[in-house]
């Protein structure tokens, strides 16, 4: 798996667990929902990501 992979991924299932958290747990874990849709947004405009950054230093190929 490429980074682009382990990004889409990650993402995915962030948005997908803290949506049933927050259905089921507390309302507040949508929050976490929000972060990764704003972070998703900046990274489309400004083309830099954290995770891909952290990942990058882990040694995963682009």
Do not use: E
């Not at 927050?22 to 507040?28: I, L, S």
């Not at 990764?36 to 990274?43: A, E, I, P, R, Y």
């Amino acid at each position: 798996m490429k980074v682009n992979d382990y990004l889409r991924a990650v993402a995915g299932l962030l948005v997908l667990l803290s949506l049933a958290l927050g259905y089921w747990a507390h309302p507040a874990f949508y929050l976490v929902t929000a972060f990764v849709g704003l972070n998703l947004l900046q990274s489309g405009f400004s083309h830099w990501c954290p995770l891909m950054s952290l990942l990058r230093a882990r040694g995963v190929p682009d």
